[in-house]
């Protein structure tokens, strides 16, 4: 099967990293809420209740499970389903996950993947609708993974599972179902760590973060018709950030745009601009942009929602202001 | 409880969203006609019915549901929050557990400031599987706090039944653990929920401290009307005999009738009818909110961000 492609959806992708990865390595087990509603029924089938954990609804324990298997010999997998829970088990990935190995003087490895959707533009309201990967990105210890095509998700969901260290992974609801062909090859992993170059050009930069990508390279083909190339960078990993990719292409382009659905105070749209701003300052002849979701919840209403979160128009209007 | 139902089948009609209660309303009625309109009361993501339970007014809940401007959190909170202030509602928590500790500060509040409110608890069984559970009782039981935690056991928490997510499947019998006394009753009989609430709320008022209820009780639709369930989790067998022969409103208008109220039962029939077809109306004819209005919610006291205010 080496080489070969199949169609998957993003989510199908993810669960197909994980039949690999628990095909390969009998350490591998998963554990979360229901599931088998979320697209692993055929893994439980597969692999059995000992290794699927069906959890009860108790986030920050079942997380901490998985940080005491993770501590002696296995290689865990949480889901836990909705960003927005992970404030619930954040003590436990947060002090416990994060920093055990740094505490005992490198004796303890924390192989944790933690899986997680940020689920908005889907009238959830707020207590649904966060996308809180900046408050992990400002946790030392933690790598943080938000990959935006159905092939990376499954190469960086497979590197994730295949690390030492503690991985949150985050997943788009808005891409679970976009399908494109994926590798069957069960050993390509996507490296942690490496952006993406999704579309050279040469005028200005846009960088992507998680699932922000489609509207990117949408505003990036209106540009095109405009004369105007922009690079399209894919951030994929939050951390470790790839600085070089994105340094490369500022100090060619001179004009850089960030989309990001985080919130913007502290987002990784304004990590990536303070890194530009000290390392690559004398290459921009702009002022960066950041388009980001602004300092209010997220309203249940569809529309209000919608606005708050990137757009092609959105990105275009920001790309107006330096263009 | 018929308005409950109404109130539901009308979003099954005109606007599919969310987590119904359809089944669980003697539950939610038997519980709220225990209340005072300025007692508390903490729900859940599926509390549609709790307001309504507690005497809410149904245009701005429909219009809430709707996303309107003039729904009773201004479209912004939705289907899982719909809290009116004016009724003891103090917020509907779609983070399971997360209204525990809320309904015992509110106890503590009451205890604090000497008033003889209580406060009430609403949660699902799958929700005793968090800490926040195990954690507020303890507390309200030290403090001999006046709340009722009032658990509506439907049996599952999305797919995952009591049986396999609990060390043993009746949640009240964990009251003996915090020194408190705990409560089964039949969900689905309004009067025997009220009649046990009422206890727990004297007990509660009388500065002798929380209770805990379960009430047995079943959800006759899916876990959320948008979410696909591919498994088969619970019989079709088990969600029919729940329909035909434990329906609390059927066996509710049964008695009733047995107590010759056929008249009153029919009149409040049509009146239900009539309520929820104008809270149709009125929803579907309401304004969407304005971005303005999410600013306005944020802070009591505005703070001027005018580099984000402009920019949507
Ligand atoms: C902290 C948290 N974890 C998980 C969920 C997802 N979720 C929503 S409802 C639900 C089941 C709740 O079960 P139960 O408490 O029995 O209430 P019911 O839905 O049966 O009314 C789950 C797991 C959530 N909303 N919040
Ligand atoms: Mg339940």
């Known amino acids: 099967m080496r080489n070969s492609v199949q169609k998957l959806s993003y989510l199908q992708a993810i669960i197909e990293a994980e039949r690999e990865e628990m095909q390969r390595d009998e350490n591998v087990i998963l554990m979360g809420e229901d599931i088998a509603v979320y697209g692993a029924q055929s893994l439980v089938e597969e692999f059995g209740e000992k290794r699927m954990r069906n959890t009860p609804i108790s986030e920050n324990s079942f997380v901490g499970v998985g940080v005491g298997a993770a501590l002696t010999g296995l290689r865990p997998i949480v889901d836990l389903t909705i960003a927005s829970f992970c404030y619930l088990a954040s003590d436990q990935i947060i002090n416990q996950a994060a920093k055990l190995r740094f505490m005992t003087g490198a004796q303890l490895k924390v192989p944790l993947v933690v899986r997680t959707s940020t689920f908005y533009n889907n009238r959830t309201a707020a207590q649904h609708a966060d996308r809180p990967y900046p408050l992990f990105m400002n946790t030392p210890g933690l790598k943080v993974l938000a990959p935006a095509t159905a092939s990376d998700a499954k190469g960086l969901l497979k590197a994730a599972i295949r690390d030492d260290d503690p991985v949150i992974f985050f997943e788009d609801i808005n891409l679970w179902g976009k399908k494109e062909d994926v590798s069957t090859d069960v050993d390509l992993l996507v490296p942690i760590g490496k952006a993406a170059v999704k579309r050279s050009g040469s005028d200005l930069t846009i960088v992507s973060v998680a699932g922000c990508l489609p509207h990117a390279l949408a505003a990036a083909e209106v540009l095109a018709g405009e004369g105007i190339n922009a690079e399209v960078i894919d951030l994929r990993t939050i951390v470790p950030m790839d600085k070089e990719t994105i340094l490369t292409s500022v100090a060619k382009t001179g004009r850089l745009v960030i989309v990001d659905n985080s919130h913007k105070v502290g987002s990784v749209a304004s990590e990536i601009a303070a890194v530009v701003s000290e390392e690559a300052f004398e290459s921009l002849r702009k002022p960066i942009q950041r388009v980001a979701t602004p300092q209010v919840h997220i309203p249940y209403n569809g529309a209000l929602e919608k606005r708050l979160f990137a757009s092609k128009d959105r990105i275009l209007e920001a790309v107006r202001v330096i263009i | 409880m018929l308005l409950i139902r109404r109130f539901e089948e009308a979003l099954i009609a005109h606007n599919p969203v969310g987590h119904l209660s359809i089944g669980q309303e003697g539950a939610i009625v038997g519980a709220c006609m225990a209340l005072r309109d300025d007692d508390y009361v903490t729900g859940t993501h599926r509390s549609h019915g709790h307001p309504i339970g507690k005497g809410a007014d149904i245009n701005p809940l429909m219009a809430e549901v709707f996303g309107k401007k003039t729904g009773i959190c201004k479209g912004l909170g939705g289907s899982m929050h719909l809290t009116d202030t004016s009724r003891g509602l103090i917020g509907e928590s779609a983070i399971v557990g997360g209204g525990f500790p809320i309904a015992t500060g509110a106890g503590l509040s009451i205890q604090v400031r000497e008033t003889d409110q209580v406060s009430l608890c609403f949660f699902g069984d799958g929700a005793a599987n968090q800490g926040t559970f195990s954690e507020s009782i303890n507390m309200a039981a030290i403090w001999k706090l006046p709340v009722i935690y009032f658990c509506e056991n439907n049996g599952y928490a999305v797919t995952t039944s009591v049986e396999k997510s609990h060390g043993q499947p009746d949640i009240a ?67 029919e005999y729940h329909r035909n022969e434990r329906d609390p409103i059927s066996l509710y208008r049964a008695t009733l009738l047995s107590r010759d109220l056929l008249a009153d039962v029919e009149r409040i029939e049509q009146e239900v009818a009539k309520t929820i077809d104008a809270a149709v109306e009125f929803a579907r004819e309401s304004p969407e909110p304005d971005m303005e209005d999410v600013w306005d919610c944020m802070f009591s006291n505005p703070i001027n961000f005018p580099a984000y205010e402009g920019e949507l």
């Open chain 2, 173 to 239: 019998r964990r009251a003996d653990g915090y020194g408190i006394p705990g409560i089964i009753v039949d969900g689905q009989d309004a009067e025997a929920v009220h009649a046990v609430t009422q206890e727990a709320v004297d007990r509660a008022r009388a500065g002798e401290g929380p209770t805990l209820i379960e009430a047995k009780t079943y959800r006759f639709d899916e876990h959320s009307n948008r979410l696909a369930i591919p498994i088969e989790y619970r019989s079709k067998e088990e969600i």
